[in-house]
């Protein structure tokens, strides 16, 4: 089984630099990274902010360890950390993540 792991941060470089964490750690085959613009609740009031989500790409069995590498990098008290099963895809693609992605 796979996962896109969804991921927010607070700027390009503290997203790359979670991205390059993971990649070298061998938990994530790719990691894409894009700039959004977030509203949301925070403490009582609608806020808003510029962030960069990351999209990783990795096996299911390792959301927990990434989760855990993610929570002690990021900036954020409460950092989106979700992942999202890959129920179908390209079977060449789903066998490069096995591929890439340490057993360990």
């Given amino acids: 089984m796979h996962n896109f792991i969804y991921v927010t ?3 390009k470089e503290e997203a790359e630099k979670i991205a390059k964490m ?7 085959a790719c990691v894409n990274i894009f700039p959004i613009k977030s509203y949301f609740w925070w403490e ?14 990795t096996r299911a069995e390792k959301f927990a360890k990434i989760r ?3 929570k002690t990098t990021h900036s954020y008290s ?12 390209l079977k ?4 490069w993540i096995d591929e890439t992605v340490s057993e360990e």
Avoid: N, Q, T, W
């Fill in 9 to 11: 941060a607070s700027s």
């Fill in 22 to 28: 993971l990649l070298k750690k061998k938990l994530a």
């Fill in 44 to 57: 009582g009031k609608i806020d808003e902010a510029e962030e960069y989500a990351m999209i990783i790409k």
């Fill in 68 to 70: 855990e590498e993610v």
């Fill in 78 to 89: 409460v950092p989106c950390i979700c992942a999202i099963p890959i129920e179908r895809g």
């Fill in 92 to 95: 060449e693609f789903l066998d």
